[in-house]
């Protein structure tokens, strides 16, 4: 078996030419360039003993610009419709849309809240109205049955005054004495009733001065809202007109309140009769045509009395048809 590995490189270079070895083999070997051992067919035998380079730790946390830019798109922007919030990230809503969806959200709600106040406000008027209504519907039965009532006992106490109670008394003692209770207790039913009827009305008169009288502040309040200073500055202008314009009386001008609407079309009527007063062109006088004296019979020029001419010679003269 023969010592010679094939697979093991000869380290020694074959030359063709002896000067050319020898001259190899004085060159030092340190002296070799680094392009001429990179050339070389030898492989260089590595150690596992080397230790190994490792790679180099990321810093750790994110860098600088990554981390701004979560940062901004973790940012969220917060839209109030009404109570009712909407979030949504700054990245995905450019900025003039979020200063027009922020003012419209804005005036949807403004809106939401005057028509609100305007609604309660009506309600809560239509529910007073409503129990000052029943309330005097009430009240107005209640008189009417205790006034039936009492023309009712009425009537039978004037049957029984229309008994000859003393030939009574004579005949039958006992009848007369029942007869006489009983009238006398219808005259005191009678007048109970008749307290009860008074005081029936007086309620129901209060009850209608009360509603008069919350209706009246509503009104005021109402147009007041809608044109600035009306009850204090408008209302008093608007009583004069409607007094020397419609023809109504102190009293009826005075409740302008209690029809608010049928008040502003009057106080719209008065300000389009104001422009047209001061829109109106003034009159100016005709010039005046001068009269010239004319001849009389006799031929001799004179002034000529116009009371001694016709209506026909005064229009000619006057220059009137």
Known sequence: MSDTNPDVVPTESVVDQPSDYEASKAKPVAETPAADLAASDEEVPVSLDAP?????????????????????????????????KLAV?????????????????????????????????TAKALKARTEALAKIETLGGETLNAFARGKSIRAEIEQLSA???????????????????????????????????????????????DDLARRSEEGKAKLDRK?????????????????DTCGLTAEEAASWALSPDVTEMAYKA????????????????????????????????????????????LGKLLGIQ
Do not use: C
């Not at 798109?73 to 009712?84: L, P, Q, S, V």
């Not at 209770?181 to 307290?195: G, V």
């Open 163 to 209: 008994i000859n109670m003393q030939a009574l008394w004579k005949s039958n003692p006992d009848q007369a004495r029942q007869l006489t209770d009983l009238k006398a207790a219808k005259q005191a039913e009678l007048q109970s009733i008749i307290q009860t009827v008074d005081q029936y009305e007086r309620s129901l008169d209060q009850t209608r001065q």
């Open 89 to 121: 990230k700054a990245s995905d809503v450019a900025p003039e849309v979020v200063e027009k969806l922020d003012k419209f959200s804005k005036d949807i709600w403004a809106d939401y809240t005057k028509k609100s106040q305007t609604n309660a406000e």
């Open 52 to 84: 190994k380079e490792e790679p180099e730790a990321e810093p750790e946390g994110e860098p600088e610009g990554e981390a701004e830019e979560t940062e901004e798109e973790a940012k969220t922007i917060e839209f109030d419709f009404g109570g009712n």
């Open 227 to 243: 044109f600035k200073g009306f009850s204090s500055e408008i209302a008093p202008k608007l009583e004069r007109y409607v007094r």
């Open 270 to 313: 008065m300000l389009y009769d104001q422009m047209r007063a001061a829109n109106k062109p003034k009159a100016t006088p005709k010039d005046a045509k001068p009269v010239h004296s004319m001849p009389n019979k006799g031929g001799a020029k004179g002034a000529v009395n116009p009371n001694d001419m016709s209506f026909g010679e």
